[in-house]
């Protein structure tokens, strides 16, 4: 078992969908390709996925609860490792949250690092989707 600071260069295919961690359903793997802001809350609102159809992007707060700086991998579009809890597979290290900041702009969680920052809401250089929703309904 590698140690926490080893870099573990991929993680294998997911297997399931979908999986609880932090007592939230999320999506295992974001949706591929960076967006900007409002195309990103529109794909979680389209989203229909293990039969749920309820989804959302999550808070700040929520997507920081999945920063683990002991899991470490290189996402596939990216140089620079993330650190997220398992079996949450991401291909770029920044991941836009439900939340504005102010008019024009969003934040993100960048899970290189582990901080929140904010981009404008047409920026879509850093966005990746990751979808939740609350299993208990």
């Known amino acids: 078992e590698p140690a926490a600071n ?31 802001w409002n ?19 999550a808070s700040v707060a929520q997507l920081e609860a999945l920063y683990d700086p002991a899991e470490s991998y290189i996402p596939r579009d990216g140089m620079t490792p993330v650190h997220v809890k398992s079996p949450i597979q991401l291909t770029s290290d920044s991941v836009w949250s439900s939340e504005r900041s102010g008019t024009g702009s969003a934040w993100y969680f960048f899970f290189a690092r582990g901080y929140r920052n904010s981009l404008q809401l047409i920026n879509p250089r850093n966005g990746r ?8 309904g």
């Open 39 to 57: 195309s990103s809350s529109a794909y979680c609102e389209a989203l229909t996925l293990d039969g749920h159809s309820d989804w959302a992007l």
């Open 6 to 36: 080893d870099v573990v260069q991929t993680r294998t295919e997911a297997a399931e969908d979908t999986a609880i961690v932090n007592d939230l359903m999320w999506t295992v793997e974001d949706n591929g390709q960076d967006i900007d």
């Open 129 to 136: 989707v990751l979808c939740m929703r609350d299993p208990s």
